[in-house]
């Protein structure tokens, strides 16, 4: 079992940045792959990023690459979403996930967390 808990959002203007931490408890943390998602009013839930259990692997949606950073410490069981040079576009809740059933980047984990809302003025 694995509860996860997001901090970290808020309103920005754009071209600033945020970091997003997701913190985590239970014991199948340090052995599973973990993302980042969105969701904006109207739109489905989409992947942000994703990294492998050992942090040695990282995947972006191609609307994030060069801006976002993904990373994760298994010692302090946290995941964490550096976002630079926010966008408008980018205003979304923001959810942290563990254990994907199927793949990293599609939205099907067996854990997810409340969400933190993230908004980027113009």
């Known amino acids: 079992q694995v509860q996860l808990v997001e901090s970290g959002g808020g309103l920005v203007q754009t071209g600033n940045s945020l970091r997003l931490s997701c913190a985590a408890s239970?014991?199948?943390?340090?052995?599973?792959?973990m993302g980042w998602f969105r969701q904006a009013p109207g739109k489905e839930r989409e992947f942000v990023a994703g990294?492998?259990?050992?942090?040695?692997?990282?995947y972006y949606a191609d609307s994030v690459k060069g801006r976002f950073i993904i990373s994760r410490d298994n010692t302090k069981n946290a995941l964490y979403l550096q976002m630079n040079s926010l966008k408008p576009e980018d205003t979304a809740v923001y959810y942290c996930?563990?254990?994907?059933?199927?793949?990293?980047?599609?939205?099907?984990?067996?854990?997810w967390g409340q969400g933190t809302q993230v908004t980027v003025s113009s």
């Open positions: 996930a563990a254990d994907p059933r199927v793949a990293i980047r599609t939205a099907i984990y067996n854990y």
């Open positions: 239970g014991r199948t943390f340090n052995t599973t792959a």
């Open positions: 990294i492998t259990w050992s942090g040695s692997m990282t």
